[in-house]
């Protein structure tokens, strides 16, 4: 089991707003909070968000170099996948493959790609109709 996922990001104050929205809807709580950091926990899994040091922010991340590719998270059903989408739209943020969306996973897949404000990749897949999940 995963015990906790910690990332650097650019701008605390943009990424707590974003992912204390984001993963409130997906059940987490506020976990911990200092100055330099932000946590979310969901049953004993938590992710840390920590503002990176100035020098360090010379090289912006990118999902294509070495490191994290991308995060993925469960949803409940396709209509929270469709309620989220809307609610990543009002947010101004990037919405990928939208020519694709929501089937851009595949045949049978039904998910929201997007993009944090790193632009850290981000999906949130739908189960299939039979193993749906309690909202």
């Known amino acids: 089991m995963l015990h906790h996922i910690e990332l650097y990001v650019s701008d605390l ?9 984001f993963l409130g809807e997906l059940g987490y709580e ?3 909070e200092w100055p330099e950091g932000r946590s979310w926990k969901h049953g004993s899994t ?4 920590v503002q990176a040091k100035e020098k360090y922010l010379d090289v912006p991340y990118h ?10 998270f469960h949803a409940a059903s396709r209509e929270q996948v469709d309620r ?3 609610e990543v739209r009002a947010r101004g ?4 493959y939208e020519d694709r969306h929501p089937h851009a996973g595949g045949a ?8 944090d404000p790193d632009r850290i990749k981000v999906e949130l897949v739908a189960p ?8």
């Open 46 to 49: 938590y992710l840390v968000f």
């Open 84 to 86: 989220m989408t809307g």
């Open 63 to 72: 999902r294509a170099r070495v490191g994290l590719n991308h995060l993925a």
């Open 93 to 96: 943020m990037n919405l990928l």
């Open 108 to 115: 049978g897949t039904y998910i929201l790609f997007f993009e």
């Open 30 to 32: 506020p976990f911990q």
């Open 13 to 21: 104050q943009k990424s707590a707003s974003f992912w204390g929205w």
């Open 128 to 135: 299939a109709e039979e193993q749906r999940l309690p909202e």
